[in-house]
């Protein structure tokens, strides 16, 4: 059994992963803003914005941390085909939801500063995808909300 890391190694952890989240998170507004148009057009380009800043800080806490921050990915798959504005609507809200999840393991791990940043993160991403979604949902950032409930 290997040993249980500390609070500051599950930070760094926590934080890769939140910068892992924004890596993906700015590949998919790319694939979003292509298929969008007007009004969803410019609220694609405001988050992958707002996903690029988190990205850099990220990059940075990492780095405070102690840690290398891990480059991006050449590309990514996608959850679905992309075919359209409906599809690149619903490809927002689940990237919204994965940034929020990351981001809620870091609020978990971190203190301080740090927690504060991580959970302003979480809220905007959650307003973010409940504005793709049209609806939001009761507990962001909660893998097993975002997942359908099992039946017996």
Same mark, same amino acid.
């Given at each position: 059994?290997?040993?249980?890391?500390?609070? /500051?190694?599950? $930070? #760094? +952890?926590?934080?890769?992963?939140?910068? &892992?989240? +924004?890596?993906? &998170?700015?590949?998919?507004?790319?694939?979003?803003? !292509?298929?969008?148009?007007?009004?969803?057009?410019?609220?694609?380009?405001? $988050?992958?914005?707002?996903?690029?800043?988190?990205?850099? /800080?990220?990059?940075?806490?990492?780095?405070? #941390?102690?840690?290398?921050?891990?480059?991006? +990915?050449?590309?990514? @798959? #996608?959850?679905?085909?992309?075919?359209?504005?409906?599809?690149?609507?619903?490809?927002? $809200?689940?990237?919204?939801?994965? *940034?929020?999840? =990351?981001?809620?393991?870091?609020?978990?791990? =971190?203190?301080?500063?740090?927690?504060? +940043?991580?959970?302003?993160? #979480?809220? !905007?991403? $959650? *307003?973010? @995808?409940?504005?793709?979604?049209?609806?939001?949902?009761?507990?962001?950032?909660?893998?097993?909300?975002?997942?359908? =409930?099992?039946?017996?």
């Amino acid at each position: 059994m290997s040993p249980e890391p500390s609070p /500051a190694g599950r $930070a #760094l +952890e926590a934080a890769q992963a939140a910068l &892992a989240a +924004e890596h993906a &998170a700015a590949y998919g507004y790319g694939v979003i803003g !292509a298929r969008t148009a007007g009004a969803r057009a410019a609220e694609a380009r405001e $988050a992958y914005g707002v996903h690029l800043g988190r990205r850099d /800080a990220l990059a940075r806490t990492v780095r405070e #941390l102690g840690g290398s921050p891990r480059p991006s +990915e050449a590309a990514y @798959a #996608l959850p679905f085909e992309v075919r359209g504005p409906a599809d690149a609507e619903r490809l927002a $809200a689940v990237i919204e939801d994965r *940034v929020a999840g =990351a981001y809620s393991d870091l609020v978990r791990a =971190a203190e301080g500063p740090l927690r504060r +940043e991580a959970a302003d993160a #979480l809220s !905007a991403a $959650a *307003v973010r @995808a409940a504005r793709w979604r049209g609806v939001g949902v009761a507990f962001p950032g909660l893998a097993e909300r975002a997942q359908p =409930a099992p039946t017996s």
